[in-house]
Every structure is written in C-alpha cells, then in structure tokens.
C-alpha cells in the first residue's frame, strides 16, 4: 500500500502545466474562512504541504502572508514558482514531507490543499504539530466529485466503458456512482484521533463545472489512476468517452464537485 501510494503521488509531476491549467482550484471564501477560523495575525508564517503548482498559494500570498511550500515534484514545484513570481514572501522548495527539516513552532498555519491523504497520518500529524507555534492551526481541504442533477448520468454511462476498457480503475464490483454530498466522507476523527488537534470546524462549498469532451480529457489526463495506464489502454478508454460525450451528451457535460475544509487548532 506505501508503495503503491509513493508511486501513485509522483506522477502528477510528469504532467505538471497541464495540471495546472485544467485542475480546478478553490472557492476564494474558503481562503477567507482559513483566515478567520485560524486566528492567523496579518504577516504570519504559513507552511503548505504538496502546493502543486500554487493553486492555493497564491490566494494566501495575495493575502501577504510569509510561505514556505515543500512539493514533491520537481516539476510541479517549477510551475509553482513561477505562478509566485510576484510573491517573494512565498518560497518554494522540493523535498519529502516526512523527511524535510522543519524548525519547532515556526509556522502559525500549516495548510495543504487536496494533497494530505498521500501522507502517512502517523507521521504527518505530530510533524505538523511540532512545526507550528502554540495556538498554531491545521487546514485541510479537498475537492470531491460528487453528484449532480446537471450531470443527466453522464458518469454512469461513462462506467461502462470504464468496465470494458480500464477495470482496473473502477471494476463493477467497486463502482457505486459518484457520492450525494452527505456521502463524502468526513476526516474529523481521523484529525481528533490524532491526539495533537481539536477544536475542528468544517465548511462545504458545492459547485459545478462544464467540460466538453477535450477539456474533460484533459482533466482526466492529470488523474493518478488515469495517468498509471498503459498508453493503448488509456488511448481505448478516452475515446469511448469522446463517443459517448459527442453522441449522448450533445458535445458538454457538467461535473459536481465538493470542496470540503477542516480547520483545527494545535493542542
């Protein structure tokens, strides 16, 4: 499983511009609420973990906070970089978070954003602990696909070709349909049970997104799953999701997506 997760969380590298075109960002109250939930002071010193290209960094540097960023790829690390040109309070540097040098209680917030469930929890929840300050906060947040009415049973229709072409992603046997909102599952207790935060508040911000049958590949192009196919599986796959968008789906299809955040307070 550790392996299969190492191996997975690096392929994003390989195809870091497109991801940073394509894959959607965040709902711009959520950077506010960080703010507010968290207590950060105005300047404060935020650690992020797996900032990717910058999707959320750049919210927080506009905001005019101090950010160290530790990325895995070098890649995507690169792109980072320069979406921060503009930030020279934002540095980024490339490294594995369970092995990278943090000074105790240097950072105010620790934030990562659609990234922590690649750590190991047993590891990263008291190296993120003794990073930040007393009275010091966690946020975590993610983007989820879940159920839309707009979505007319494109995803459904899509599984089947998924059982034909590429099982290995989704099988039968696993595939339920994407989650109604209330489905998706809450990480509190895996937070609380870590024993070093409390205090947890959580917020949900629902949106659409619209894709035609390009952009939409695109997107699944920067998928871990997608991306670990072989280039003829891969290749079968894609187009009968062409097919199936252009001949049942009049050319566009709308996607549902959940962004969910905790944010805890240091214990």
């Given at each position: 499983?550790?392996?299969?997760?190492?191996?997975?969380?690096?392929?994003?590298?390989?195809?870091?511009?497109?991801?940073?075109?394509?894959?959607?960002?965040?709902?711009?109250?959520?950077?506010?609420?960080?703010?507010s939930l968290s207590g950060i002071p105005a300047g404060g010193r935020i650690l992020?973990?797996?900032?990717?290209?910058?999707?959320?960094?750049?919210?927080?540097?506009?905001?005019?906070?101090?950010?160290?960023?530790?990325?895995?790829?070098?890649?995507?690390?690169?792109?980072?970089?320069?979406?921060?040109?503009?930030?020279?309070?934002?540095?980024?540097?490339?490294?594995?978070?369970?092995?990278?040098?943090?000074?105790?209680?240097?950072?105010?917030?620790?934030?990562?954003?659609?990234?922590?469930?690649?750590?190991?929890?047993?590891?990263?929840?008291?190296?993120?602990?003794?990073?930040?300050?007393?009275?010091?906060?966690?946020?975590?947040?993610?983007?989820?696909?879940?159920?839309?009415?707009?979505?007319?049973?494109?995803?459904?229709?899509?599984?089947?070709?998924?059982?034909?072409?590429?099982?290995?992603?989704?099988?039968?046997?696993?595939?339920?349909?994407?989650?109604?909102?209330?489905?998706?599952?809450?990480?509190?207790?895996?937070?609380?049970?870590?024993?070093h935060f409390g205090g947890i508040a959580t917020r949900h911000y629902r949106w659409?997104?619209?894709?035609?049958?390009?952009?939409?590949?695109?997107?699944?192009?920067?998928?871990?799953?997608?991306?670990?196919?072989?280039?003829?599986?891969?290749?079968?796959?894609?187009?009968?999701?062409?097919?199936?968008?252009?001949?049942?789906?009049?050319?566009?299809?709308?996607?549902?997506?959940?962004?969910?955040?905790?944010?805890?307070?240091k214990k």
């Amino acid at each position: 499983m550790a392996d299969d997760r190492n191996r997975l969380r690096t392929t994003f590298d390989e195809a870091a511009s497109l991801y940073d075109e394509v894959r959607p960002g965040y709902p711009e109250e959520l950077f506010d609420e960080v703010v507010s939930l968290s207590g950060i002071p105005a300047g404060g010193r935020i650690l992020e973990i797996g900032c990717g290209t910058g999707q959320a960094t750049v919210p927080f540097a506009r905001r005019g906070y101090r950010i160290l960023c530790i990325e895995l790829g070098e890649n995507m690390a690169a792109v980072a970089r320069r979406n921060l040109e503009g930030y020279p309070r934002a540095e980024v540097q490339t490294g594995v978070f369970e092995e990278f040098p943090l000074q105790d209680g240097a950072f105010d917030l620790v934030v990562s954003a659609t990234a922590f469930h690649w750590l190991d929890p047993t590891i990263a929840y008291p190296k993120v602990a003794g990073a930040l300050r007393d009275g010091g906060s966690l946020a975590l947040f993610w983007n989820v696909h879940v159920h839309s009415d707009a979505g007319e049973g494109f995803f459904e229709a899509a599984q089947r070709i998924y059982e034909i072409e590429a099982p290995e992603i989704v099988g039968p046997e696993d595939y339920k349909g994407p989650p109604q909102p209330d489905e998706v599952p809450d990480r509190t207790d895996e937070i609380q049970n870590s024993g070093h935060f409390g205090g947890i508040a959580t917020r949900h911000y629902r949106w659409d997104e619209t894709y035609d049958s390009r952009s939409y590949l695109r997107v699944l192009s920067t998928y871990s799953g997608h991306r670990s196919l072989s280039y003829d599986t891969r290749d079968r796959l894609f187009r009968g999701i062409v097919d199936l968008i252009g001949t049942r789906f009049d050319g566009h299809i709308v996607k549902g997506y959940l962004t969910t955040l905790y944010v805890a307070n240091k214990k």
